[in-house]
């Protein structure tokens, strides 16, 4: 064993170590989607005295901090988003009408002295019904709420006076109050002026009388005030939140609300990972039947991989959503991909150079992929990177999940299955016996070209006709069916329920309409899942919804609540247009770096070619487009970009080796080296994707048909549309081919011609 197989071997134990010492003492922090709850992102808006910047939503968020910590809700979370923005997340928390009742009041209490009707004077004087709906003259406001120092909801059982709410003051609001009641103390027992007026958001809450033990110019100290007004026990818990909480500085509204039920999350879980044990081991099996030995090895480093990444999310702290968990599912079956350039590579040189070692061939093979291996994990990570930052909600999480996949897959496969397939290639018995190893022999594949040898490319255009048919019958669906956007991107509401009983669309239809809901959309999965799409609908309608459901379905669960304002769906509708033109730029911008100008051109027409077809195959089969589709979008789009790499990284070494051969000829011989590795990796994360798809239940069933859709498209186009696109563009670019370079001595080699005896020429018999 060499020096650098034992440090690899020595980096890849401890960081396994670390990874099960993690993986077995710590718990991943699951989102709402998966351990159920409520999530609201609250707009901040301009006020007559404040406006709505980074400070006073700052002042805000603590505000709404209180409150929510008086509610009781388990480790609520309150995060601020830009300017003006404010996430709330609300674990366990099913029914959201409360609590959005409670953070989402401006609560702009006041008290008043009551006057003689007619006798105001003041411009802050005016005219509200009280509790029972007599017109009270009120007098300008002496105290604001923001003097109450506390206020909680008492119930007095002995004199049976009901729910109460005390409230205790500030030094300077205490004295004010007192004598706000002294002055009220003044007059009469029974007279109007002697009450005191409590209003809440210009209405009238409470307006008791000053007992009548009360002296005049005395009034009552801070510690002993009370609000009387026949309230239940929510109704004074609620108003001694609000009235505790203080007002805020801005109001705000609700642009975005969505509520997933437990039960959901549970089974998005347990589907997840079914389909991730299902697909990994496949995917195993799969690689162990295709590279033998080395491929069972792989399998291993890749099991390795998942304890890996999953340790880094855990130490991370990242939130696992349930697009984050399929991207955690999928990055296992991409994982594949670096194992599958490396042994196509050592297959290639062992059978160029029969001579050659296996541990030499393996070597070679790492070496000549990483080049390879390095660019198409980049744009994949630039896709990632562009998901969290335009991505909004759950998809930011898928794209966490995805870097961290591709960065331990990464290590997986150039440490661990380095290491492991280098300690192995050190066998005699894995040398003597070709049949074993993997790499020995060349695959059925990569044998059938060989003995075939096609000439893809004597007619590019006839290749690029083709793809322009697909894009034309993906733009015809776009324009005769239309893309059936989903509530993200044009606001509104989608709530699914599931009954105790059957119910037939026809019926919710029905049933829904009567209760007032004519232009609801109702569709159903079964008898028992029912799916509802509105315009707007407030907290208040959706529980009338779902108890007119209930009329006819029995008990009825809100399995899921997605509320988007307009205005929001305006904004992640530009923002998912925006990430599209910044992927298809940053990528172009990279491969025109890292490549030629007509290498970068034809892949980022390939992907457009991609995105285009992606598209108009969900038009055609009319399932929604939303956020969890453009997460799988833009994964495409690094897919696409990855398997253009491979080739055209291929293309450009064996055009610097062969500088007089047609450039049609280069790129058909590279092409046919690297179908063997493009099958191999399509089929492993195929394997991942048609798990997702069956296994993985109706939350994952639109991503992962998305993403089979892209892979198999992706595949097509990194071959038979950005190879043509670049032969054609080569026609007219007056550039050299590209210079071949030396590669370095390395290891043993080096240090024999370093130390070798100035006398000798090197010649050995």
Known sequence: MTRATTVRAVLAAAVLLVSVFITLTMSPRLGLDLQGGTR??????????????????????????????SLGVAEPALTRSGEDRIIVELPDVQDPRQAAEVIGKTAQLGFHA????????????????????TPLALGPERLSGAGVKDASAQFDAQQGAGWSVALDFHDDAGKEWQRLTGDAACNPAGDQKRRVAIVLDGKVISSPQVDPSVGCEVGLPSGSTQISGSFSADEARDLALLIKGGALPVPVEIVEQRTVGPTLGAAAIDASARAALVGAAATALF???????????????????????????????????????????????????????????????????????LRSSLTAGFRNAWSAVADSNVTTLIAAALLFLLGSGPVKGFGVTLAIGVLASMFSALVIARALTEFAAGSRFVNDYRGVNGIARPGRVRTWLNAR??????????????????????????????????????????????????????TARDTIAAAGFDGAEVTTADDHDLSVRTGKLDNAGEHALRTALAEVGGET?????ELIGPSLGDELRRNALIA?????????????????????????????????????????????????????LLTVIGYSVNDS????????????RNRRTPIADVANRAVLQTVPRTVNTGMGAMFILVALA???????????????????????????????????????????PPARKRAPKRGAEAGRARRRDPSDNGARV
């Open 287 to 357: 690689i162990t039947f295709m590279y033998r030995l080395f491929g069972a090895l792989a399998a291993l480093a890749l099991a390795a991989y998942g304890v890996i990444s999953y340790a880094a999310l855990v130490v991370l702290g990242v939130t696992l959503t349930l697009p984050g968990l399929a991207g955690f599912v999928l990055a296992i079956g991409m994982a594949v991909d670096a194992n599958v350039l490396v042994f196509e590579r050592a297959r290639e040189e062992y059978a160029d150079r029969r001579s050659r070692s």
């Open 557 to 561: 669960t809100k399995v899921r609540d």
């Open 694 to 736: 069956v296994l993985g239940g109706d939350s994952l069933a639109d991503f992962a048909l998305a993403l089979l859709i892209g892979i198999c498209v992706g595949t097509y186009s990194s071959v038979m549309t950005a190879v043509p696109g670049a032969l054609l563009l080569e026609r007219s670019s007056k550039a050299p």
């Open 40 to 69: 609201m992102v609250l707009q901040a808006k301009d006020s007559a005295t404040a406006k709505a910047d980074r400070e006073s939503t700052d002042r805000t968020m603590e505000v709404l901090r209180q409150r929510i910590d």
């Open 645 to 656: 790499v491979v080739v055209f990284d291929r293309v450009r070494e064996l055009w610097a």
């Open 453 to 506: 040898d096609p000439q893809l490319f004597r007619a590019p255009r006839r290749w690029l006709g083709v793809s322009a048919a697909l894009v034309l019958v993906a733009v015809t669906g776009i324009l005769v069916r239309g893309v059936d956007l989903g509530v993200e991107f044009t606001g509104g509401r989608l709530v699914e329920y599931s009954t105790s009983r059957p119910v037939d669309v026809e």
């Open 114 to 133: 009551v006057q003689e009707p007619g006798s105001g004077t003041s411009s802050g004087d005016r005219t509200l019904p009280d509790e029972q709906g």
């Open 580 to 632: 599209l033109g910044v992927a298809v730029f940053v990528q172009l911008a990279y491969l025109a770096a890292r490549f030629r100008w007509t290498f970068a051109v034809a892949s980022v027409g390939a992907l457009v070619h991609d995105v285009i077809i992606l598209v108009g195959a969900f038009a055609w089969l009319g399932r929604p487009v939303d956020g969890i589709f453009l997460a799988a």
